[in-house]
């Protein structure tokens, strides 16, 4: 902020602060309970795009507009992830390193892409995008969301009746939706049941959407293959969590997009100005979605 708005009078939380008359907030792992201090809340801008985490706190103001996060960075950051996982899983490349590891020059063979189906759960901001590039390396793409969409090239299905019909060929299946709560342990068995069999998953959501006794019982059974996951219900994940040591299972540190500081900082001091001009503010979390 000092250096992209120096006009903003930046001030990072020291706790026991008297908060009164702070017209902005930006927050990500608020403490609990902290909003009723801030009497003069304008408007609260997430660093994140997931806004569950604020929702959850019940003092959150419900007159003030929450923003959540939405940045190039952030995105292009979610679309490599998706990309470099899809592929991951596209290429099995556990087989790899299962030859590499006795020295085998073992025959590998994998699908054309366009013989490939891979389902996005959530066409926002970061599963459209993310979709898109999935198109680009020729990948037959569907994705689902809450209501009808058209985008170029996606087989695009929408409600809880086109469910099942976009999980029956999704052969690696990519979650992308906001935790609220009708998305909470949608993955779950049912749903793991619904995809071809041998499907890979990669969560890079919420942890809140994944029943993870679930998961571990549809990849014991053979209906999973393999996961990659970014999010957890307990994050950090637990040394003695099973997920640790399930084969084919690969687990990243919820880093699989970051918020770019700059980039974010730009973001929301364009905001305050065209709010404080009389303007609407972008990108305001629609609180009856909850997302
Ligand atoms: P977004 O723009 O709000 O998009 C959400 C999408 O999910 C929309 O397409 C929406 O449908 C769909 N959706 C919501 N509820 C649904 C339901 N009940 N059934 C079917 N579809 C539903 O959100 P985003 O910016 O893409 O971000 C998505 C999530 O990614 C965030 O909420 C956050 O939790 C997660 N995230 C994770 C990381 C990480 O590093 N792991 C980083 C960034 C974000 P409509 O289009 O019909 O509204
Ligand atoms: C990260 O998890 C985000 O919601 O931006």
Known sequence: ??????????????PGADLAGIPYCLAW???RGIWPAMTDLKAIFCLGAGVDRLLADPTLPQGVPLVRMVEPALTRGMVEYVLWQSLFHHRKVWELE?????ATWRPHTYPAPWDRTIGVMGLGELGTAAAAKLVEFGFKVRGWS??????EKVECFHGPEQLTAFLAKSEILVCLLPLTPETRGILNAALFAQLPRGASVINAARGGHLVEADLSAAMASGQITAAT???????????DHTFWSTER???TPHNASITDPRSA?????RQIAKFEAGEGLDDVVDRTRGY
């Open 229 to 239: 996951l970014d999010v957890f219900e307990t994050e950090p994940l637990p040394a």
């Open 265 to 269: 900082a730009w973001r929301i001091s």
């Open 1 to 14: 902020f000092a250096e992209i708005a120096p006009e903003i009078d930046f001030r990072p939380h020291v």
């Open 146 to 151: 809450r209501s009808p969409k058209s985008i």
């Open 98 to 102: 299962a030859a590499q590891s006795c």
């Open 249 to 251: 299972l690969y687990i």
């Open 29 to 31: 792992k608020a403490t």
